[in-house]
C-alpha cells in the first residue's frame, strides 16, 4: 500500500489515541521512520522466537503499515508548516500597510468629524487597544463608521475607495494572521495527527525493541538490531564532551 493508503487505513485508530496518551517526536521524524523500517527486516529473521515474547507476526507486519501512516501524516503536517511560513513571510511585508492604512483613517476622521462629539467618540473608541488582531477589527470598524458617514469625508476630499480598501485587508489579512499564528483548526489537527502516528509507531517499535533485547541479551550480534542507532550516537557523544569531575576526599 501507499503511504497514503497507509494513513487511512490507520486514521481511525489514530483519532481514537487518548490526549494525554499522545507524544511529541523526541527525535527527527525521518530518522525514527528509517529506524524502525529497518526494525522491522531485522526482526523478520528472527519472528518465530519472537512470538514467545508475545510479539505476533501480525504486529511485525504492522510496522511498516504505521511507518506509512507517520510519512503522510509528516507530510500533511509539513505543507502545513511550510504554508504558515509562507504566511509569517507575506505577513511581515502586508503588515506595515495595513498599520499605515488604519493610521491614516484615524487621522482623516479625527479632522473630518472634529464637529461631531458622537462620531469623535467612537472614533477614538476604535483607537483604543493594541496587537494584530485589534488593527484589523480597527479597519474594518472604521470602514463601517466612514460608509455611515460618507458626507463629511466626501467635503474634504477623501478617496472613499479607501474604506472599501480597508475593509477588504480586514478580511483577507485576518485569515493570513490565523495562518501565520498556526491557529487555524486544520494546521492543528495536522499537527495532532502527526503526533498520534508518531505515538503509535513508537509503541510498537518500543515493544518489539524490548522483546528483542530480551530475547538476545546474550547475542550481540542479534541484539544491536533492536536498539535505536540515533540515540546510542547521540548519548555517546554527550559521554564524551562531558566534562571531568574532581572528587574531594573528606
Not at 187 to 205: C, F, G, I, P, S
Request: contains cysteine.
Amino acid at each position: 500500500m501507499s503511504n497514503s493508503d497507509d494513513f487511512q487505513t490507520k486514521l481511525d485508530v489514530l483519532k481514537a489515541i487518548p490526549n494525554e496518551q499522545v507524544q511529541t517526536p523526541t527525535l527527527p521524524v525521518d530518522v525514527f521512520l528509517q529506524e524502525a523500517e529497518n526494525l522491522y527486516h531485522w526482526c523478520l529473521a528472527d519472528k518465530e522466537k519472537l512470538v514467545i515474547t508475545g510479539i505476533s507476526e501480525e504486529q511485525i507486519n504492522d510496522l511498516p503499515v504505521r511507518a506509512g501512516a507517520l510519512r503522510e501524516a509528516q507530510s500533511l503536517w509539513f505543507k502545513q508548516r511550510y504554508s504558515q511560513e509562507e504566511a509569517q513571510r507575506d505577513w511581515g511585508e502586508l503588515s506595515p500597510l495595513a498599520y499605515d492604512l488604519r493610521d491614516e483613517l484615524l487621522h482623516v476622521f479625527r479632522f473630518a468629524y472634529r464637529n461631531d462629539a458622537a462620531i469623535l467618540n467612537r472614533v477614538a473608541e476604535v483607537a483604543e487597544g493594541s496587537g494584530h488582531a485589534d488593527m484589523l477589527q480597527d479597519l474594518n470598524n472604521l470602514a463601517v463608521l466612514g460608509r455611515e458617514n460618507a458626507n463629511a469625508l466626501s467635503a474634504i476630499g477623501f478617496d472613499m475607495t479607501k474604506l472599501d480598501k480597508a475593509a477588504t485587508m480586514a478580511d483577507e489579512m485576518a485569515d493570513l494572521l490565523a495562518t501565520a499564528n498556526g491557529d487555524k483548526a486544520e494546521q492543528n489537527e495536522a499537527k495532532v495527527l502527526r503526533d498520534q502516528a508518531y505515538t503509535h509507531l513508537k509503541e510498537l517499535v518500543d515493544e518489539i525493541r524490548e522483546a528483542g533485547k530480551y530475547l538476545f541479551w546474550r547475542n550481540a550480534t542479534r541484539l544491536k538490531g533492536y536498539s535505536s542507532k540515533f540515540w546510542k550516537r547521540k548519548n555517546s557523544r554527550k559521554t564524551k564532551n562531558e566534562p571531568e569531575t574532581e572528587t574531594q576526599s573528606e
